[in-house]
C-alpha cells in the first residue's frame, strides 16, 4: 500500500500552481453525457476521482481521448445505456450525477448507491424527490432492496422545485435532469458553491439555458439539443487553493499560491488575516506569509454552505489551529461526523475535545511525528500539514484517499522545500504500534 512519508519543520517557500476543481469537473463530466456531440474539456485534474469519472463514463459508451496536459476530447454521441452499474460508481459520492444526466438523456436512470467519503449520513432523498417534481413515475422512485436506484419517467416537465435543506450534490442533479425537460425548471433555496456555477457555464456554453447559477433561485429553461462543439476550462480548485494556503501559514513560509479565484478564497482569507498572517492578493494568486516571531492568534470557525467557510476546508484549518496561541473553536455545521480525524491529530500531540460539533481546540501545540491514517481524503490532507510542522518523521497510511483530490501533491510540496515522498510498503508496517496501559 501507498504510504506518505514526511520530515517536517521545514517552512515552505515559492509558488504553487493550483489544478482544476475536482468538485466541478465531475459534475461537468456527467453534464457532458447530455450533449449531442464532442466537446473539449481542459484544465483537468489528474486525480484518481476524475480518472474513475472517466472510466464510468466510458463504459457508458462515451469516447475519452486524451489530449495531454490535463486536455480531454469527450463524445457521448454513441452512449446507448441508461445503467451506471461499473463496480466505481460505488466509489466516488459525485458518480450520483449521472443520475439526473441519464435520466434527462433516456428518461430512465439505473445505478449503484455511490460511495465516496465515510463523515457522515448523506441521503440522495433531496435529488429523487426533485426528480419526481419532474415528471419521473411514482412516489416511491427509488428501490434501494438490492443497493441500486431505479428511475423511470415517461417525460420530463418543468417544475418549480424548492430544496429543504441546501444541498450541492442536489441542486446539481436536479439542474441536469431539468437541462433538456419540456418547458422552465425554478429551483429554490439552491446552493451556490462555484463548482455549481461552472456546470451551468459548461452546459450553457454547450446550448443549455440555464440562469441564476451562484443564487438561491435557478432558472433552468429546458432545451431539446445540446450541440457541444466547443472547448471549456475547468475552474481553478478552491479547496486544493485553500490547503497550500493554510500549509503556508503553518510552516510559518512564504508562498504564492497561483491560478485561483481570489473571491473563492475570502471566507478562508479573512481568518487568516484574523491570525495575524500577511495576505498579498493578486489578480489570480494569494501571496502568504507572517512576521518572524509573531504569534497565531487563536479564532472561531463555524463550516457553512458557500460563500460560508467550507466544510471541505475544516480539517486543514483545525490543524493550523493547534499552532494558535490559546483556545480556538471549530464548529462543524455541515456534516454531522466530520471529526473522526482528530484522533489522528491528538497521536500526533494536538490538545483537542470534540463536544458534539464543536472542536475545542488549545494551543501551542509541539506536534511530533507519529503513524497515522488519512481517514477521509480532507483529513488526509489535514495529516499531511501537520506533518509539515511535526518534529521527526510522520507516516501516513491509506495515502490513495488524499489522491482522489489532490493532484501531484508530493512534487508541489517538494518543489516548495517539504521532505515528502510516496514509497509502498506492506499493510503491517505501516500499523500504529499497541501501546500497553
Known amino acids: 500500500m501507498s504510504v506518505y512519508k514526511i520530515h517536517g519543520g521545514i517552512p515552505l517557500q515559492g ?7 475536482k468538485n466541478a469537473v465531475l459534475g461537468i463530466l456527467a453534464a457532458a453525457m447530455l450533449l449531442d456531440g464532442a466537446c473539449i474539456l481542459e484544465n483537468v ?3 484518481a476521482d476524475v480518472q474513475a469519472m472517466l472510466e464510468i463514463c466510458e463504459t457508458l459508451g462515451a469516447i475519452i481521448t486524451p489530449l495531454g496536459g490535463g486536455t480531454y476530447k469527450i463524445d457521448p454521441t454513441n452512449i446507448s445505456t441508461h445503467e451506471a452499474t461499473h463496480a466505481k460508481v460505488k466509489n466516488i459520492r459525485a458518480s450520483y450525477y449521472l443520475l439526473g444526466a441519464l435520466l434527462s438523456r433516456f428518461k430512465k436512470a439505473t445505478m449503484h448507491m455511490p460511495g465516496g467519503c465515510n463523515f457522515g449520513t ?3 432523498d433531496l435529488h429523487l424527490k426533485g426528480f419526481s417534481k419532474l415528471g419521473a413515475r411514482g412516489t416511491d422512485i427509488s428501490d434501494l432492496r438490492d443497493g441500486t436506484i431505479r428511475i423511470v ?3 420530463l416537465r418543468g417544475a418549480h422545485i424548492f430544496l429543504d435543506v441546501v444541498s450541492v450534490g442536489a441542486t446539481i442533479n436536479i439542474m441536469l435532469a431539468a437541462t433538456r425537460a419540456d418547458g422552465l425548471t425554478t429551483i429554490e433555496n439552491a446552493a451556490k458553491e ?10 450553457n456554453s454547450m446550448g443549455a439555458n440555464i440562469k441564476g447559477a451562484g443564487t438561491d433561485t435557478i432558472r433552468i429553461k429546458g432545451v431539446p439539443v445540446l450541440p457541444g462543439g466547443y472547448s471549456y476550462s475547468i475552474i ?17 513560509g512564504d508562498v504564492t499560491v497561483k491560478n485561483l479565484i481570489p473571491k473563492h478564497m475570502e471566507p478562508l482569507t479573512a481568518k487568516l488575516m484574523e491570525m495575524g498572517f500577511d495576505i498579498f492578493e493578486g489578480d489570480d494568486s494569494i501571496r502568504v506569509t507572517i512576521e518572524e516571531c509573531r504569534p497565531i492568534e487563536p479564532v472561531n470557525f463555524k463550516t457553512m454552505p458557500y460563500p460560508g467557510f467550507p466544510t471541505d476546508l475544516q480539517p486543514q484549518a483545525t490543524a493550523l489551529l493547534c499552532l494558535a496561541k490559546g483556545m480556538s473553536r471549530m464548529h462543524e455545521n455541515v456534516w454531522d461526523n466530520r471529526f473522526q480525524y482528530i484522533s489522528e491529530l491528538q497521536t500526533m500531540g494536538a490538545n483537542i475535545s470534540v463536544i458534539g460539533r464543536v472542536a475545542l481546540v488549545s494551543g501551542p501545540s509541539f506536534l511530533h511525528g507519529a503513524n497515522v491514517v488519512a ?19 510522520t507516516i501516513i497510511s491509506s495515502a490513495y484517499r488524499i489522491d482522489r483530490g489532490y493532484e501531484h501533491i508530493v ?9 515528502i515522498e510516496r514509497v509502498e510498503e506492506d499493510a503491517s508496517s505501516c500499523q500504529r504500534p499497541l501501546v500497553e496501559v
Open 236 to 252: 481553478p480548485d478552491q479547496i486544493e487553493a485553500g490547503t497550500y494556503m493554510i500549509a503556508a501559514a503553518m510552516t510559518r
Open 15 to 21: 509558488e504553487v500552481s493550483v489544478s482544476g476543481s
Open 153 to 155: 419517467a415517461d417525460k
Open 375 to 393: 481517514m477521509d481524503l480532507r483529513a488526509g490532507a489535514a495529516m499531511v500539514l501537520a506533518g509539515l510542522v511535526a518534529t521527526g518523521e
Open 45 to 47: 485534474p489528474d486525480i
Open 194 to 203: 462555484p463548482h455549481i456555477v461552472d456546470v451551468a457555464n459548461f452546459l
Open 411 to 419: 512534487e508541489k510540496l517538494t518543489a516548495m522545500g517539504a521532505q
Open 122 to 124: 448523506r441521503p440522495i
